[in-house]
């Protein structure tokens, strides 16, 4: 399937049960070869305070919010991303079942 990446940057993610999850922040690529393959998406609860803030401003923030629990950022392997519809992604598992990213 081929979709325009740059694209699903900022999309609304829904679980497995239809609770929404956050947005795809960042997806994460390898290289295979001549191509590239996503990894893992990376989808945050609060990536507003990202795309509001310059970068070194926010990480203080950021650490903050974390270690409160109040920001969230869960790594979404490739293969547990539906993109049957690319304007609404939803996730094959549930949102308990995800992984917090570092």
């Known amino acids: ?18 609770a929404n999850v956050g947005r795809i922040e960042e997806i994460r690529v390898v290289r ?6 996503v990894e893992a998406y990376l989808i945050g609860v609060s990536g507003l305070i990202d795309r509001l803030s310059a970068r070194t401003l926010v990480r203080p923030i950021r650490r903050l919010l974390r270690s409160r629990h109040i920001y969230s950022v869960y790594e979404v392997p ?11 992604p939803v996730l094959k598992i549930s949102q308990h079942d995800l992984r917090r990213a570092r």
Not at 1 to 18: F, P, S, Y
Not at 78 to 84: A, C, I, K, N, P
């Open 32 to 37: 295979h070869d001549k191509a590239l393959l």
């Open 78 to 88: 490739w293969q547990e991303m539906d993109l049957t519809d690319p304007k609404r």
């Open 1 to 18: 399937m081929d979709i325009e990446i740059q694209l699903l940057v900022g999309t609304k993610v829904r679980d497995a049960d239809g």
